[in-house]
């Protein structure tokens, strides 16, 4: 009997939890709440939007057939704090001639290396006299030709050393991509990201990794 009636006392007593504020008071307190996590939710999104990941959609055809006109990607911004771009990494950045212009671009030289363009022939070396060893480019389509097409270049053999903050880009769809051949070095502090995951169309969902040679 005593055990029922203690029982039933502390049944009660869970029944009984404070409410809390009501009317008014109540609701302007959750709204000031709300009104927090909201502010800390954007400041979360703006943090991973503009220093750790950012959106773009391609434009144009240079990258053909690695990424294709109005594809949405993701690139990540916050390895290159830690290390260099890697040789293949395809970057984003912005465009020397003007920095308002963003372009997409495959690494292809690296600081203090020398490329040389030769026979539709891309290689790369650790010194301006060579040796030089070609780069295999299996993204590449086979009827794919590295030609020389600036008319302030030596379209023979073109040789370009970068020094230490400098790389050489090339857009995959060779014949039609305005790149290092054209304009020249990129500086390191023109590259905002790598591109990390292909987001739509839905049957190119990708995670980019590491291009191997």
Known sequence: MD????EQSE???LNKINPGKTGAVGFFSFLLDLVKTFVVVMLIAFAIRYFVIQPFVVDGDSMTQTFVNNEYLIAEKISYDFKAPNRGDVVIFRYPKNPSIIYIKRVIGLPGETVNIKDNKVMVGKTPDGPFQQLTENYLL??????IYSNE????DFKLTLKSDEFFVLGDNREHSSDSREWGVLPKANIIGRVWLTVTPLERFK?????SY
């Open 3 to 6: 055990d029922n009636k203690n």
């Open 11 to 13: 049944s009660e007593t």
């Open 207 to 211: 995670l980019w990794s590491k291009q």
């Open 142 to 147: 086979p009827d794919v030709k590295t030609s």
């Open 153 to 156: 270049i030596n379209k023979e």
